[in-house]
């Protein structure tokens, strides 16, 4: 098989940071949705925007004999952040989170607050913020939303204050990503979830437009907005697709699989187990490929691939995930599993279709239905069950059962 080539690494770390200096927290997307639109618009890959900004591309497919198949991989512009749920009387904004994450994590950041009227920055901080003035209390703080609040650096001492300036329940607040790409290889940063995947999912498309390719069959790039709130692509699947591979961060922690130089193949999540077929062809294809690559199970987590099943999409779905340490945190990832997760994603684009058969949504026969394990070694039992006879009247006096 035809070697893959590397994918552009410095074209993969640019789109990066520049992505990682917009801020999207879920809702508040409409400017990186702008940015990749204008990287698909210079790749010459066209695509459309939904009403709210999910945007849609397509690669067009060479065989008419697939013209009725269609793929998809998913990766989401959106990230974790905060919203203004109150103004105190002190006139310091409490939060609450967009995203399912912990304030554990945003203590002491950087933030930036959109108002109506422009932008305000500012501190997270806990309640009680100063080990001069509270001494040891510090350290028994509670770790949640309620025991944070926003120091804005603007005067407002007073909910008043606040008002003046434009401050309102509702007002989106973003981190501030605080990117350092090392000499090591090593990328740290706030969002890396899932903008290293967008970048990686970029470098792959930029490969195949580089090498002068067409895919096998059409395959529909999607960048979502809602995936940290569950929705992701619910509702971003409008042709007949019957692949989807999304494109997510592995948690790098003791008890998983995952590591930061290789990309992951999510078999299960907190959704279920993905496709058994389409995962073992993306593993088929590391291996052919020597693509460093990992199985994984993610037990306290979602996707935009799992999103697709439960609004009812019949579909294959798989996960493709980049190694990340402190998911959620302080991020950190390695080129090495980007550009392992890029050279996957272009082997998948370019590759034959898992089953053409699936081309048709309903079959009214096995013939051409698909084959886990063969069926006498599924049912074979090593385990003799008594034969029935021989267990029929046994005890069917209770005076002899007792004795």
Excluded at 82 to 89: G, L, N, P, S
Excluded at 268 to 278: F, I, K, M, V
Excluded at 373 to 382: I, S, T, V, W, Y
Aim: proline share 5%.
């Amino acid at each position: 098989m035809q070697q893959l080539p590397e994918p552009d690494l410095d074209y993969m770390q640019k789109v990066l940071l520049e992505m990682l200096a917009i801020p999207s927290p879920t809702g508040f997307t409409d400017t990186i949705v702008r940015y990749v639109a204008e990287r698909l618009e210079e790749l010459e890959i066209p695509f459309e925007l939904t009403r709210r900004g999910t945007i849609r591309a397509t690669l067009r497919g060479r065989q008419s004999e697939y013209e009725r198949f269609d793929r998809a991989v998913s990766v989401h512009l959106d990230t974790i952040g905060a919203i203004v749920r109150e103004i105190k009387d002190s006139g310091r904004p409490a939060l609450a989170p967009v995203g399912c994450w912990s304030s554990r994590f945003a203590e002491g950041s950087r933030v930036s607050l959109f108002t109506d009227n422009g932008v305000i920055r500012g501190s997270v901080l806990p309640l009680l913020a100063s080990g001069h003035a509270f001494n040891t209390a510090v350290d028994s703080m509670p770790v949640s939303w309620d025991h944070v609040e926003l120091r804005l650096d603007a005067y407002c001492a007073t909910r008043a204050d606040c008002d003046t300036l434009g401050i309102a329940v509702g007002d989106f607040v973003a981190f501030d990503p605080l990117p350092e790409f090392s000499e090591s290889g090593h990328i740290s940063a706030r969002h890396l979830d899932d903008k290293a995947g967008a970048a990686a999912l970029l470098a792959s498309l930029k490969a195949i437009r580089d090498q002068g390719l067409q895919p096998m069959i059409d395959c529909h790039p999607l960048f979502t907005i809602t995936e940290e709130v569950g929705s992701g692509a619910a509702a971003a699947l409008p042709w007949d697709v019957s692949e989807f591979v999304g494109i997510d961060i592995a948690p790098v922690a003791p008890g998983q699989q995952s590591t930061e130089h290789a990309v992951s193949v999510a078999l299960q999540d907190s959704g279920g187990p993905y496709d058994y077929h389409l995962s073992r062809h993306l593993l088929r294809l590391a291996g052919e490929q020597d693509i460093p690559v990992r199985r994984d199970l993610f037990r306290y987590y979602h996707s935009d691939a799992q999103s697709a099943v439960t609004a009812g999409h019949d579909i294959r779905v798989a996960l493709l995930a980049f190694g990340c340490d402190a998911t959620h945190g302080y991020e950190r990832t390695h080129i090495d599993s980007l550009a392992a997760m890029s050279r996957l994603l272009y082997g998948y684009m370019l590759s034959q279709p898992v089953f053409a058969s699936d081309a048709q949504h309903a079959k009214d026969s096995l013939e051409r239905f698909s084959h886990q394990l063969e069926h006498d070694a599924q049912m074979e039992n090593d385990t003799r069950v008594p034969p029935v006879d021989t267990l029929i009247g046994r005890h069917s006096n209770p005076q002899e059962r007792n004795s």
